[in-house]
């Protein structure tokens, strides 16, 4: 396992050892995921970094217990993963948020299946729509928003019920710049609050960097760990400012020079359709 | 010449727009437009019908407009029609009723159930392939000439494109959404109630639309083959006598009450999907 332990004792929220993934498609088996050895801390970010096509939403999926590893062992706090892990907020890479159900309707969903008072549901999804700026939106349905605020929708309803661990898919991917930044900086403050661990799928390394404890890199398919870069910026980060330090060059310096070049080869091999 | 004024002012204005997007000249609503065309077709259809009656073919053949809407003013003004136009409603009604909450029930619950779905799709699809009308003179045989009989043919017809749909619009659910609510801790009936059923109701919509202008074709069918009531059953009298002008009337007035049902579970449609307009 590469530098995974930090020596502190903190327990592994997700523990993933030798798992590897073959799906069956109609093509012949496809291997996705390649002797995967990983660790999620108790309250840690990580950021998977790779290219399109690796395997990164394979991982999310088996953690979310929604597949099942092919071999190797996947537990979560320690228990085998072998249903759909309640523990978790899953925020997929595909709209998953309900077409018939308005945006407020669509962020109450979670609380509603987990019996919260109806009072309580109210201020929880008003807060959350406030905080994924979509205030003036909460009675329409999907149909009439964007694709980036569907994604905004599905990254309410993931946070809403405050689960200890959080699966993000490329949650900012249809963003513009200045919105993604404020996104950021909220899913940041709100996860340092509720000292949530979370999966932060993203093929862009700027925003690994700036959100994340470690950068974990993943070649192109099929996936294994490349490596494992801690990200040592103190936090609280200041987004805005972040990319301007010097440590912050250091840093992307360093991620640059090690993995710039595979991540690239990958990307080119992956464009092909 | 107006054209090239449009033109100039429009290169004043945007320099660097070319003459494509100067303002184009005022056209008419393409609502009025095929509106217009609609009203042309009915005018010339009916109109060349009218003056033919009795210039070029015998009406007694086939008959005329102004004939056939004497007829129908005659039957509203006597109120003879009502109670005939009642029975067929309510054929009408009572099979569509029961044939589409039948058809729904058994949808979802096949919809849902991948092995028996699978094992009964062919059969599904012949039975849903049959004639059901040629089935009617069996149903007179079986349910006698009353009511009964036309409720079993309607509810039959209703039964088969209802279920048809809700059954394929069940098993059509989108994974991603079921394994979203799966891992928010939903269980079997939650997933049911807030993602099966919402997710079908498209197909049963749709089901029902295509059902209701079926339905009625049923209920006038079977009171063509054999009744003694109705608005099939007036025609049925009227075609015994010779009587074109009555067999069209009747045609004419089971084509309305179509058109007017449809439009009413097209609104009902349109309203329980609203969602798909954002
Ligand atoms: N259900 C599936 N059946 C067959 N192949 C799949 C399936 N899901 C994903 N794959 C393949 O596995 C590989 C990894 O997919 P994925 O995890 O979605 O990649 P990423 O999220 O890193 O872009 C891809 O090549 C994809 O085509
Ligand atoms: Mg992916």
Redesign the interface.
């Known amino acids: 396992m590469p530098s995974e332990n930090s020596g502190t004792a903190r327990n592994a929220v997700v523990s993933a050892q030798a798992v590897s993934m073959t799906y069956h498609g109609r093509r012949g088996p496809v291997n996705a995921l390649s002797r995967v050895d990983f660790n999620l801390w108790e309250g840690e970010f990580v950021a998977l970094l790779g290219p399109s096509g690796c395997g990164k939403s394979t991982l999310l999926n088996m953690v979310s217990g929604l597949i099942m590893p092919t071999s190797g062992s996947l537990t979560y706090r320690g228990t085998p993963i072998d249903g759909p892990n309640t523990s978790i907020g899953y925020m997929t890479q595909r709209d998953s948020i309900l077409p018939w159900r308005t945006v407020s309707e669509n962020i109450e969903l979670p609380l509603q299946i987990r019996r919260v008072p109806a009072r309580e549901r109210r201020e929880k999804v008003a807060t959350y729509i406030q905080m994924v700026g979509l205030r003036g939106f909460e009675n329409t349905y999907p149909a009439g928003l964007s694709g980036g605020m569907r994604k905004r929708v599905g990254l309410a309803q993931a946070l809403v019920y405050e689960p200890e661990t959080l699966l993000l898919d490329e949650p900012f991917g249809a963003l513009d710049a200045i919105l993604r930044l404020r996104m950021q900086a909220e899913l940041l403050s709100l996860t340092e609050k509720l000292g949530a661990a979370v999966l932060f799928v993203t093929h862009d390394m700027d925003e690994a960097i700036t959100l994340a404890d470690r950068v974990v890199v993943m070649s192109a398919r099929p996936a294994r760990i490349v490596d494992v870069i801690e990200v040592d910026l103190p936090r609280p980060r200041d987004l805005e400012q972040l990319q301007f330090t010097a440590e912050y060059q250091e840093v992307r310096r360093r991620v640059w020079h090690n993995l710039g070049r595979e991540i690239h080869a990958g990307e080119k091999e992956m464009a092909k359709p | 010449m107006s054209d090239t004024e449009t033109v100039s002012r429009s290169a004043v204005t945007a320099p660097d727009a070319g003459p494509d997007t100067a303002r184009p000249p005022r056209k008419l609503n393409p609502k009025i437009k095929i509106a217009l065309g609609q009203i042309a077709v009915v005018v010339v259809w009916l109109g060349s019908w009218q003056w033919m009656s009795g210039r070029v073919v015998d009406p007694f053949f086939t008959s005329s407009p102004s004939a056939i809407g004497q007829q129908l003013l005659e039957w509203f003004r006597t109120g003879s029609i009502w109670p005939h136009l009642l029975i067929t409603l309510q054929e009408f009604g009572a099979g569509l009723a029961i044939g589409s909450v039948a058809g729904v029930l058994v949808g979802f619950t096949l919809g849902r159930l991948p092995t028996t779905a699978a094992v009964l799709n062919p059969f599904v699809t012949v039975v849903y392939s049959m004639p059901k009308l040629a089935l009617a003179p069996l149903f007179v045989l079986w349910f006698g000439i009353g009511f009964g009989s036309k409720i079993v043919l309607v509810g039959l017809i209703s039964f088969f494109l209802v279920f048809y749909n809700t059954f394929t619009g069940a098993r059509d659910v989108d994974p ?2 079921i ?8 269980n079997r009936l ?1 997933i049911y109630r ?2 099966v059923m ?2 079908a ?1 498209v197909w049963v919509m749709t089901g029902l639309r295509i059902a209701v202008p079926q339905a009625v074709i049923g209920a006038v069918v079977g009171e063509l083959i054999s009744s003694n009531q109705g608005v099939g059953y007036i025609i049925a009298n009227a075609a015994a006598f010779f009587n074109t002008t009555g067999v069209l009337a009747g045609v004419a007035l089971v084509a309305c009450v179509s058109v007017v049902l449809s439009q009413l579970i097209i609104t009902l449609e349109r309203w329980a ?6």
């Open positions: 991603l959404f394994d979203s609510l799966r891992i928010m801790g939903a939650t807030r993602v919402p997710s109701a999907t609203r969602w798909k307009q954002g």
